[in-house]
């Protein structure tokens, strides 16, 4: 089975026109901080926006905000056709699940098992069988080059190893949007410039949109438009390739 | 090596944000451990002090002087006295008939002076027993109550004894008779079955109550480690680590130990009310000297500060974290080891028992087998687990199943270490339930042909001192007029085998109807087997026919009572036959239920009760581990199953990984524990009694404490459900 055949997007592509994600005046405070000062934000499908800005400008906040992990206390989130501010709390797990994929910095493999079955979670979550979701598992793992690393637990792998697994875990279930923060912000240079390199391979083939968060240059120069935040507030944008 | 100043320890561990739970817990898991060690040493210690204390009555110095003439004379230097033991329903009374000149010099605990014939003396509890229960079946046996024993006298405050004025000639007659100048306590010798009891009570208590130390220590490690290893980035040395975590241990076990002494004060009540053997317990008797109370907070604080120390020097702090490999190592097989040689143990001296080739007490072999069964079961532990995780990992198909498997086959120890104590009290309600079991093969006695009735009692008539004809003619008409009597038989028996075969009794055909003969041969007389007809049990006792026509030759061996059933009615006769004179002295007159020893029984239900006690607490204290286990091992895993909820998983998967992590390891254990319970009690069984007893099917409350421990275990579980939500939160967790 292909893994394409894993996911059925319930969400209309977007086009030039129509953007696949749509943020309207977004609000969020945490206590008296506030986070978010009214940002508009439109993202193509198959587009890879990088979100840069200082620590402490929000782009975290924003990426949470996008994916239905927070609700914004103003504004709204459009993905495709669901109003994700609006959705209730299983909702949004669900849409989670089957549309959105995740990549962090660190610390985000279960220690106990092993690379493939880190991988198949997502399937096993949406409801696939363990034999339908260890078989997509080999495959993504292949593709990343960690074939050999799939019985290995993530305590035994290198910090360039653990994070592709996780880029595997958040690809296999083809995932119409992937959310990246900071992912190779605990790489060395090089392995950070390997795992961008084939993440990106990965997501342009499959037409996944991307929304990377990083304070690296180096590693926003690789998407095709770059957003940044700063206090709350998107304070500039410029197209990066096209 | 740089030291640890007052104000470094205080910044690091009491300051810290967390440390609080963790200090609270700690110091609540090492209170109890050291409340539940003090009863139990004060019971252990009170079981022997009380017996000591009580063996007085029992006179164990002096000369017998059965058979002797009346020529025997006292002086005010010695008494004559003769302990028995008399009963009233289901209650044993001590009774100690005493006869002393009017000066005598000699003391009797208790007591200022000897009772006078038709006077006694009785315990508390014995003044209560009479006065609520008439004269008739019970008070008219002792005379005129002229005082009451003091407590210090006494085994218990249920304890029943009577210390009566009895004439010489009465106690002269009696084979336990004796002259004695003393009274005094025999030295405690041990006691076998205190010593198991206590064994088992501290182990089923104790072990639970150290894995909640274990576990509780546990709580919020990650977060620990990762301060030592701050501390370590920016200089301290490993030494210095390692003394704030003892110290940290040292202040919160002795904190916990001081707060155990206290609780173990304010529950000495309500343990003194546990009934075992003798009875409950005086409150002073649970008491336990300063020096032991001392000792064992010391014991308590240093073992745990010493482990403390050891467990962060293994852990090998850096500056960057822990350096040791955090999965644990594969358990072996040897782990079932002791479980095995446990086992063997106690089959050999079963079997060695059973075949009477067993040259030494069964006890210490038995003792040693079933500690070493007990503790083989914790260490078997994480292999078991390990095993049925890599059964079942394989065999699963959903997301919850795959994370909480894999943590099982990862981590067997912290799992296993989490329904450890739930294991351990499984185990220990299983031996015990097994062992009462045999208690019920033998406890009813009911009617059947050709076995003395239910119904009746039976009295042997002193062969010695024959009763004159009229003597015993007047005390059958005395019985025959008593109310709630129906009948009165006495039969008839004879030295040698002339004319009845030995051990057989002779009564006239026409009472052996009312005696519960079905089939009766034709003649005057009858004759049946006296002892069988006593027996708890078995197949009926025939009559045979005997050819006389009268009694001549014969001489009078027992009064059979029968009467209408009620208590009452046993007892008024019970009253009568025991003052008519006819037995022997201190011969007390019983019903078939009494001969069969129904004190073994209450024996063995006292020691059952008590254990389903003990099981109960340990059940308890191990549902609070299992709680706070099961939250730790989430808290460790915080930032990840956050993470899988961001990734859409959902709060009812994250509840099924914590309940399945739970079930699996605790539901095949269980069955294992049941298992190996009834076999030890099975090997016990059979060991101390050369296989005379056996179990049987466990009483209804060992199934209510099965189904109660299971409920905990789950109201455990699911009072951990709430932490996940909050726990888990997306707002709570940080990714970046």
């Known amino acids: 089975m292909s893994q394409n055949t894993l996911s059925q997007h319930s969400l209309s592509p977007g086009t030039l026109s129509t953007p696949l994600i749509q943020a309207r005046d977004l609000h969020k405070a945490f206590g008296r901080t506030e986070a978010l000062r009214g940002i508009d934000l439109d993202i193509h499908a198959g587009e890879v926006v990088a979100i840069m800005g200082p620590s402490g400008s929000g782009k975290s906040t924003l990426l949470h905000a996008l994916a239905g992990v927070i609700v914004p206390d103003r504004g709204t989130v459009t993905v495709g056709d669901a109003l994700v501010s609006s959705l209730n709390e299983t909702e949004r797990s669900d849409l989670r699940l089957t549309e959105f994929g995740f990549v962090f910095q660190f610390g985000q493999l279960l220690p106990d098992l092993s690379a493939r079955d880190n991988v198949t979670i997502p399937l096993l979550l949406a409801g696939h069988g363990r034999r339908v979701a260890l078989r997509a598992a080999d495959t993504q793992l292949d593709q990343l080059d960690l074939g050999g690393m799939a019985d290995k637990l993530p305590s035994e792998l290198s910090g360039g190893q653990a994070q592709r697994v996780a880029i595997a875990r958040a690809l296999v279930g083809n995932p119409r949007v992937l959310f990246a923060d900071e992912p190779t912000g605990s790489l060395d240079s090089l392995a950070a410039e390997n795992v961008l390199t084939t993440m990106l391979e990965l997501v342009r083939h499959s037409g996944t949109t991307v929304v990377l968060i990083t304070h690296d240059p180096r590693t926003a120069a690789h998407a095709d438009r770059e957003v940044v935040v700063r206090d709350g507030r998107i304070s500039g944008a410029r197209t990066l390739v096209g | ?736």
């Open chain 2, 1 to 736: 090596m740089s030291g640890v100043s007052p104000a470094l320890a205080r910044l690091i561990l009491v300051d810290s944000r967390g440390a609080w739970v963790r200090l609270v817990g700690v110091t609540a898991g090492v209170a109890v451990g050291v409340t539940l060690f003090l009863l139990l040493f004060g019971a252990y210690g009170a079981l022997g002090d009380r017996q000591e204390r009580s063996s007085w009555l029992s006179v164990s110095t002096g000369e017998y002087l059965a058979g002797t003439d009346a020529a025997v004379t006292l002086d005010d230097n010695s008494v004559f006295a003769m302990p028995s033991v008399d009963r009233h329903g289901d209650d044993f009374i001590t009774r100690l008939d005493i006869n002393a000149t009017a000066d005598s010099t000699v003391r009797i605990p208790g007591l200022s002076a000897a009772p006078a014939v038709g006077e006694f003396y009785a315990s508390p509890a014995l003044v209560r027993l009479l006065e609520s229960t008439p004269a008739a079946q019970l008070g008219d046996r002792y005379g005129t109550l002229v005082g009451t024993l003091p407590n210090s006298v006494l085994s218990s405050p249920e304890s029943l004894v009577a210390v009566t004025g009895t004439d010489a000639q009465t106690i002269l007659a009696s084979p336990a008779g004796l002259r004695t100048s003393e009274f005094i306590a025999n030295p405690y010798g041990g006691n076998q079955n205190y010593l198991f009891v206590t064994i088992i009570g501290g182990i089923a208590v104790l072990l639970p109550v150290l894995l909640l130390v274990a576990i509780v220590t546990k709580l919020g490690a990650a977060e620990r480690r990762e301060r030592f290893a701050t501390l370590r980035l920016i200089g301290a040395t490993p030494g210095t680590v390692t003394r704030l975590a003892a110290l940290e241990t040292a202040v919160i076990s002795l904190v916990g130990g001081l707060l155990g002494v206290l609780l173990a004060v304010l529950f000495r009540p309500l343990a003194a009310m546990v009934s075992i053997d003798d009875g409950t317990f005086f409150l002073s008797d649970l008491r336990v000297d300063p020096l032991t109370t001392t000792v064992v907070v010391a014991a308590t604080t240093a073992g745990a500060t010493l482990a403390a120390a050891w467990s962060i020097r293994r852990a090998d702090i850096g500056p960057l974290g822990s350096t040791r490999q955090q999965h644990e190592k594969q358990p072996r097989a040897t782990r079932l080891l002791p479980l095995a040689l446990g086992l063997g143990v106690m089959t050999i001296t079963s079997a060695a028992s059973q075949l009477g080739v067993l040259p030494i007490d069964g006890g210490a072999p038995l003792i040693g087998g079933f500690l070493l069964t007990s503790l083989g079961l914790i260490m078997a532990g994480p292999y078991l687990v390990w095993r049925t995780g890599t059964f079942l990992s394989r065999r699963i198909n959903s997301a919850a199943g795959v994370v909480a498997v894999n943590r099982v086959r990862r981590a067997p120890a912290a799992t296993f270490r989490s329904v450890s104590g739930l294991v351990v009290a499984l185990y220990m309600v299983s031996v015990f339930a097994g062992a009462a079991s045999t208690a019920d093969l033998d406890a009813t006695i009911s009617d059947s042909p050709g076995l003395l009735p239910v119904t009746s009692l039976t009295a042997g008539i002193d062969t010695v001192r024959v009763p004159e004809p009229a003597r015993l003619e007047a005390v059958v008409r005395e019985l025959d007029g008593t109310e709630g009597v129906t009948q009165v038989t006495v039969s008839y028996g004879s030295d040698t085998d002339d004319i009845v075969e030995f051990g057989y009794s002779v009564v006239p055909a026409t009472a052996a109807t009312a005696l519960g003969f079905a089939s009766v041969p034709p003649g005057d007389f009858v004759s049946f087997d006296a002892y069988a007809f006593m027996a708890a049990a078995g197949p009926p006792v025939e009559l045979r026919p005997v050819a006389i026509t009268d009694l001549s030759g014969l001489t009078p061996r027992s009064v059979y009572v029968d009467t209408v059933g009620t208590p009452a009615a046993i007892e008024v006769a019970r009253t009568v036959l025991e003052t008519s004179g006819l037995s022997l002295p201190g011969d007390t007159p019983g019903t078939r239920a009494d001969a069969a020893g129904a004190n073994q029984r209450s024996l063995l239900n006292s020691y059952a009760t008590l254990a389903y006690l003990g099981v109960g607490v340990a059940t308890l204290i191990s549902a609070v581990s299992l709680a706070v286990a099961t939250t730790a091992a989430m808290l460790d895993r915080k930032r990840v199953l956050g993470l899988l909820r961001l990734m859409g998983m959902r709060v009812a998967t994250l509840r099924r990984i914590v309940s399945y992590e739970t079930a699996a390891p605790l539901l095949v254990i269980v069955a294992l524990c049941i298992g190996l319970g009834f076999l030890t009690a099975y090997l016990i069984l059979t060991g101390l009694t050369g296989g005379a007893r056996t179990i049987g099917m466990p009483e209804g409350r060992y199934f209510i404490a099965l189904a109660a421990s299971l409920l905990l275990a789950v109201v455990a579980v699911v009072s951990t459900f709430g932490a996940i939500r909050t726990n888990t939160a997306i707002s709570s967790t940080r990714f970046e």
